[in-house]
C-alpha cells in the first residue's frame, strides 16, 4: 500500500471519528477494515494536531531496523512447564507474574545459564502463542437511553417469506416490507410494501415517511445498499444520505455487523414475524399489505409492549400524543450534504491524460504525473478539492456536480430521486455483466 493510501486512510478515520464521536475504536476499525491498535496510535496523534493540519496524516515510523531476538527454545519449555505443572504444590493455575517470580529459580534455567523475561507482556505472548491462554471477546452490556419521542427513526427491510418466489423473476425477497418505527417509544410508525425495493423505491419510501410525521433529528438504518450505495465507483455518499443531510436530519449508519444499533426495529421485525407474518401467511403482496395494516393498529394499540417506555401497555396508550415534528422546507440547499466529508481524502493513480476519477467525474492534475498518486481532500467551505502530491499541495480544483444554488423541494426530490434512479441501473449493469440476477442483497432484513 503506497503513502497516498495511507494519508487516505488517516483522514477517513479523522472523519469518521468526528461525526461519530458515539463509536468505540472496535467499530471505527472495523468500518476501515484496520486493527484496534492502529486506530488507538492513530486517534491519540490526530487528537493532538488541529483538525485542519495535513501534515500529521504523514507517516511516522517507529519501527525497528532489526528483528527482535528470538526467546530460546529452552526458556519456552520451563515457561510452558511451569504453566502446566506449577512448582512448590501452588494450588492454582499460575499467571504472567507468578511464572516471572519462579523462572529465576527453576535449576534447569540456572544449569544453562537462560536469562529469563522481564516483562510479564514476554510470558503472556508466549502462553498466548502456546495456546495456554484463549482471548474471549469482551461482553459489553450497556443500557440503551431512549431518545425523545420522535427524536431517532429506525428503519430497516423485512422480507415477507410466506411470500412464494415468482418463477421467472425474484427467487429471494419476493415481496418486502420497509418499516419505521420510533426509538423512543417503540410506536410502529410506518409500513410501506413492495415487490421492487431498489435505491429510488426505497427513497421514495423515505419521502413518504417524511412528508406524513415530518422531520425527525436522526434517522438510523443499517449497510443495505438500498440506503447507503453500493460499489459502484461512486465515492460520495449515497442519494439517500445527501437527501437527509440537506434536510437537516442526521443519518446514523450502524456499524457493519452491528444490528444492535437498529434495535428496535429488529425487535419489531421478531414480533411481526412471529405474530403477524408466520400466522396469517400471506401469500401476494396485497395480501402483506393487508395483514400488516391490520398487524399495526393492532401493535400500536391493543398488544402490550414489555419495552421501558410502554410499562406493559401498548405503545399508543403509553404515548397517546406525539410531538410535532418541523414540516419539509420549501426550499432546500443540495450542497449542504458536503460539510459531512469536509477533509475526506481520496487517493487516485494519474491517468495517462493527466485526469483522475472521483465519484465518476474527471479532474485534470497534471500530464507529466501519469501513473503516479495524488491525493484529493475535500474542502466544504470553498467546495473544492486540495491536490497533494508526496508533501506538496499541486492544485486547487471545484468540485464538479454541485448545484451552487438553492432549489425548491419537490424540484431536489425529484433530481435525488434521478441520481438514485441512475445508482440502481449502474448496479443492474455491474451484476449482470458478472452474471449474476440483478437482486437487490437485503444486508440487515430480518
Not at 92 to 115: F, S
Not at 168 to 181: L, Y
Not at 346 to 365: C, E, K, S
Not at 427 to 445: E, K, V
Request: proline letters at 10%; one cysteine or more; glycine letters at 4%.
Amino acid at each position: 500500500m503506497t503513502e497516498a493510501h495511507w494519508i487516505a486512510e488517516r483522514a477517513a478515520l479523522r472523519c469518521l471519528a468526528c461525526h461519530h464521536p458515539d463509536w468505540t475504536q472496535e467499530e471505527l476499525a472495523t468500518c476501515l477494515g484496520r486493527s484496534c491498535s492502529w486506530v488507538k496510535k492513530w486517534l491519540g496523534r490526530l487528537d493532538q494536531a488541529p483538525p485542519d493540519d495535513l501534515s500529521v496524516l504523514q507517516s511516522r515510523s517507529r519501527a525497528r531496523h532489526t528483528p527482535p531476538p528470538a526467546m530460546p527454545a529452552a526458556l519456552v519449555e520451563r515457561i510452558l512447564a511451569i504453566r502446566d505443572e506449577p512448582p512448590e504444590h501452588l494450588t492454582r493455575v499460575p499467571g504472567p507474574r507468578t511464572i516471572l517470580y519462579y523462572l529465576p529459580r527453576d535449576p534447569l534455567v540456572q544449569a544453562q545459564g537462560l536469562v529469563p523475561p522481564r516483562s510479564t507482556t514476554t510470558v503472556w505472548k508466549v502462553l498466548r502463542q502456546q495456546g495456554r491462554i484463549v482471548h474471549e471477546p469482551r461482553r459489553r452490556h450497556q443500557p440503551v437511553e431512549r431518545p425523545a419521542p420522535l427524536e431517532e427513526i429506525q428503519m430497516d427491510f423485512k422480507d415477507a417469506s410466506t411470500v412464494p418466489p415468482e418463477p421467472d423473476g425474484k427467487r429471494q425477497h419476493a415481496v418486502e416490507v420497509c418499516n419505521f418505527v420510533d426509538a423512543g417509544t417503540s410506536i410502529a410508525l410506518w409500513a410501506q410494501v413492495s415487490a421492487d425495493f431498489h435505491a429510488e423505491t426505497a427513497l421514495v419510501a423515505v419521502l413518504s415517511f417524511l412528508r406524513q410525521y415530518g422531520l425527525p433529528r436522526r434517522m438510523t438504518f443499517d449497510r443495505d445498499p438500498r440506503w447507503v450505495g453500493s460499489a459502484s465507483g461512486r465515492d460520495f455518499p449515497s442519494a439517500l444520505v445527501r437527501l437527509l443531510r440537506c434536510l437537516g436530519i442526521d443519518p446514523q449508519v450502524c456499524p457493519p455487523h452491528r444490528p444492535d444499533h437498529n434495535a428496535f426495529v429488529e425487535r419489531y421485525h421478531r414480533t411481526y414475524n412471529e405474530e403477524c407474518l408466520q400466522v396469517e401467511r400471506p401469500r401476494t403482496a396485497e395480501a402483506v399489505r393487508e395483514v400488516t395494516d391490520a398487524f399495526l393498529d393492532h401493535y400500536n394499540w391493543v398488544r402490550p409492549n414489555q419495552a421501558r417506555s410502554c410499562g406493559n401497555v401498548p405503545p399508543r396508550v403509553a404515548c397517546p400524543t406525539l410531538p410535532t415534528l418541523p414540516q419539509l422546507p420549501e426550499g432546500v440547499d443540495p450542497d449542504r450534504w458536503l460539510e459531512a466529508i469536509d477533509g475526506q481524502a481520496f487517493a487516485r493513480t494519474v491517468q495517462p491524460n493527466g485526469n483522475v476519477l472521483v465519484d465518476l467525474r474527471p479532474y485534470y492534475i497534471r500530464q507529466a504525473l501519469a501513473g503516479r498518486q495524488v491525493v484529493l481532500v475535500v474542502r466544504a467551505a470553498e467546495r473544492i478539492f486540495d491536490v497533494w502530491y508526496a508533501h506538496e499541495r499541486l492544485k486547487q480544483v471545484p468540485i464538479k456536480g454541485l448545484s451552487g444554488q438553492r432549489l425548491p423541494f419537490e424540484q431536489y426530490a425529484e433530481r435525488m430521486q434521478e441520481e438514485a434512479r441512475s445508482d440502481y441501473r449502474r448496479w443492474l449493469q455491474a451484476h449482470r455483466h458478472i452474471g449474476q440476477a440483478p437482486l437487490w442483497t437485503a444486508a440487515g432484513s430480518g
